[in-house]
Every structure is written in structure tokens, then in C-alpha cells.
């Protein structure tokens, strides 16, 4: 399974529509079919759910230069 994510460009931006799916062979031919509808996201969600329904999870720690001495 994996999350694919559609990107439609209308007049007043970029939406973005995302869906996990799930690839099945039916008859020898490879057919997609939705699992799951996650409707509109936003493009900063993006990443987050490649992330948690990725087979090898991701670190998403990012290093922050705010650290004091």
C-alpha cells in the first residue's frame, strides 16, 4: 500500500487530493484500487503521510540550529 497523492491546478492555486492505495494483479494486469480516501490535504501534510504508512518508517527529526551553549 501506498499513499498517492493527486495535484490539481485550478485558477486560485494548487489543490492537493490524497488516497491510499493498494495494487492487486487481477487476470496478469496490475489494478490499483482505493483503500482509503483522505480528501483534500494540505501540501505541508504531504510528507507526514507518505511517513506513516511507508513499509520502512522514516525518521522525521529534523535538526534544529536553536540549541544554546
Do not use: C, H, W
Not at 487476470?27 to 480528501?39: C, D, H, R
Not at 510528507?47 to 520502512?56: D, F, I, M, V
Amino acid at each position: 500500500m501506498f499513499v498517492k497523492v493527486l495535484e490539481k491546478k485550478q485558477k486560485n492555486g494548487t489543490k492537493y487530493y490524497a488516497s491510499l492505495v493498494e495494487n492487486k494483479r487481477i487476470n496478469g494486469k496490475v489494478v490499483q484500487s482505493t483503500v482509503l480516501y483522505f480528501g483534500q490535504v494540505a501540501e505541508e501534510q504531504i510528507p507526514y503521510l507518505k511517513a506513516a504508512y511507508a513499509k520502512k518508517k522514516p525518521r522525521l527529526v529534523y535538526d534544529d540550529e536553536t540549541t544554546e551553549d
